[in-house]
């Protein structure tokens, strides 16, 4: 859809200057000079205000005659992982007990350079990082088993059980022969037509899912650490499998609750105002105040307010159906842009 109100078109192009990655996903921003399209974060020259229009999604600029900038490739990078990256992590997730050598991935048409690259700007971490996080978890999964550490670490690829067994400690903390029972926080990239997300989850359920520009997301995976006393290692499970799905039919409007498990470490209150997130109906928004009268504690109105922002699950606990007693978006978590955007989304297919 192109966006003809001037004040929202004006804010766009101020995102655009900025290279805003919370408005990746949420416009595309069509040159009229050059018949190209972009996404916000964009390093290519800016082009003047009058020279640019936006819409909502790239087909409808591919629709209009614009054609995907060579530099910010909009059509792969708000969205998805490039084929090159998705095809690596293929490789590293179908084959959990050995290293994907560079030769490996050139043998299957991919570029080691540019893998490694897009993990550091995307992921945070190196290819080898991902990879060695990958294969511990599944080590640790099999020693769950019964398996020894000698057999799970020759198994795994490694060549000899201190090299194993010194990486397992780093990643994991203890030794492979104790604490199995220890829990184990698995994260993973996902993505959405409103930009990347990072999904974490235990045993018992997801625990974080959150835009991976949040703001303060380091702290975050810290806290998380600490109350649930678990590493984060890279990994994915069926809760994870689970969410991935439901988010995909959310985003085509096709459901409106989660069924997903959720582990939510918190405080009484905390649980208890996330628990309430969950009674706004799809479509409809509530105010704090709202929210304090349905815990039936209506001078709570602040400590509500800070419960609903330490919100680590976005979108399945609807923190962004909250909005300010007169209306106003007030904030979020991912970006005010991402709130209207999910808002509008609800309601065009209530």
């Given amino acids: 859809m192109l966006i003809t109100d001037e004040k929202q078109a ?25 018949a190209i399209f972009c996404i916000a974060s964009c390093r290519a020259r800016k082009p003047k205000r009058e020279n640019v229009v936006f819409y909502t999604h790239f087909k409808d600029a591919m629709d209009a005659g614009f054609r995907p900038c060579k530099v910010c490739r909009p059509t792969e990078n708000a969205h998805e992982a490039p084929d090159e990256v998705q095809a690596a992590m293929n490789l590293v997730r179908d084959c959990t ?7 490996q991935l050139r043998e299957s048409g991919i570029r080691p350079i540019f893998v ?5 700007q995307h992921y945070g971490m190196t290819f080898q990082t991902f990879q060695r996080m990958y294969r511990i978890n599944y080590a640790f999964q099999e020693l769950k088993t019964g398996k020894t550490a000698t057999h799970t670490a020759l198994d795994s690829g490694y060549d000899s059980l201190s090299g194993f067994g010194y990486t397992f400690k780093k990643l994991l903390g203890h030794a492979p022969t104790l604490n199995l029972e220890n829990t184990v926080i698995l994260i993973d990239r996902l993505t959405t037509p409103i930009g990347p997300m990072f999904v974490c989850a235990t045993d018992d359920g997801i625990c974080l899912l959150e835009f991976v520009d949040r703001r303060m997301l380091e702290t975050e995976f810290e806290d998380l650490q600490r109350r649930l006393k678990a590493p984060i290692i890279t990994g994915e499970n069926a809760h994870m499998t689970q969410l991935k799905t439901e988010l995909e039919e959310y985003f085509a409007g096709q459901r409106k609750t989660f069924s997903v498990p959720l582990h939510t470490p918190g405080t009484d209150f905390q649980n208890a105002v996330w628990q309430a997130l969950g009674s706004i109906p799809f479509g409809d928004t509530a105010s704090y105040q709202e929210q304090a009268i349905r815990l039936n504690n209506p001078n709570a109105v602040r400590a509500v307010a800070r419960a609903n922002g330490m919100n680590r699950i976005a979108i399945v606990i609807p923190c962004h159906r909250v909005i300010g007693k007169d209306g106003s978006l007030t904030g979020y978590s991912g970006g005010l842009e991402r709130k209207r955007w999910l808002l509008d989304h609800e309601k065009t297919h209530r």
């Fill in 97 to 103: 007990k050995a290293k994907i050598t560079d030769q």
């Fill in 116 to 120: 490694r690259r897009w993990f550091n």
């Fill in 10 to 34: 004006d804010g766009y192009y101020q995102a655009l200057l900025n290279r805003e990655p919370s408005y990746v996903g949420v416009f595309f921003v069509g040159v009229k000079t050059t």
